[in-house]
C-alpha cells in the first residue's frame, strides 16, 4: 500500500516515531489497507552505522555484523 520512497520520506519528516507510525498507518488504510496492517519501526544508532550509505540496505547480515559480541 506503501512505497518505500514514501516510507523513508514519512519516517524521516516526523517528528518522533509514533507521527511516523501514525502517518504510515493513515496512508495505508486510506489506500485500501482493508486487512491487517504490520508496522515496526526501530530506531537505534551506531557509529558503524553512520558509515553505510543511503543507497546501502540495513540487512540481517549488517545488523548482526554490528550486534555480535565481536563487534
Known amino acids: 500500500m506503501v512505497r518505500k520512497e514514501e516510507i523513508k520520506e514519512i519516517v524521516l519528516s516526523s517528528s518522533d516515531i509514533s507521527s511516523a507510525c501514525k502517518s504510515l498507518i ?8 482493508n486487512d491487517n496492517i504490520t508496522l515496526i ?10 558509515q553505510l550509505t543511503d543507497n546501502e540496505a540495513v540487512t540481517p547480515e549488517v545488523i548482526s555484523e554490528f550486534t555480535s559480541p565481536s563487534a
Open 26 to 33: 493513515d496512508m495505508a488504510n486510506k489506500r485500501g489497507g
Open 41 to 50: 519501526i526501530a530506531h537505534f544508532h551506531s557509529e558503524a552505522l553512520d
